[in-house]
């Protein structure tokens, strides 16, 4: 076999692909999906701190503790919130925020706990945590999820031709005008 058949054989550059994000959930390749999770990281922790805002230096104590949870908040809210077809109204939002708020707290909790390690009984210390991260997490993530405005995205470009106001001047091929 000839060294020319042979580098008809081996697969090139072009046959070699990536992935790339087709393995993604199709929510997670948008970007407003992306710009609600950075909401839900700025500004969870500040809403969630905000009982102690009298203490200054409480507030990077909230975006250490806080961060980890309103990532986890926000990437179910917005895998939700930007699911295709979906236009929820404010009750939706605020209850979608609430579990997942909920669960963000759960999950968190749980592991900073194990992180820690405890030596007066873990199982305690736990939910002590998971109830102080819900008690703050819970409240921030109703909060954001209330301030996302409803997704038009979809409707938007079936509607907008409806909605414009054709007039007789557009329809109609331009005269040039009489010397009457």
Partial sequence: MSTLALARRVPGPSALRSPGL????????????????????LLGPLIGGAP?????????????????????AGVLFGTWYHGPGRTPGWRWR??????????????????FTALAGSGAGPGR???????????????AAVVLALMQRPSTAGRAAGTAAARRIVRS??????TPPTGR
């Fill in 22 to 41: 087709g393995g993604l959930p199709a929510a997670w390749r948008l970007s407003a999906m992306w710009r609600t999770v950075i909401r839900f990281v």
């Fill in 52 to 72: 102690y805002v009298l203490l200054l230096f409480t507030i990077p104590f909230a975006y250490f503790i806080g961060a980890l949870p309103a990532f986890i």
């Fill in 169 to 174: 001047t557009e329809t109609t091929p331009r």
């Fill in 94 to 111: 605020a209850a979608m925020g609430a579990l997942c708020g909920g669960a963000a707290a759960v999950l968190a909790g749980l592991a």
């Fill in 125 to 139: 210390q736990a939910w002590f945590m998971v109830a102080v991260m819900a008690l703050h997490g819970v409240p």
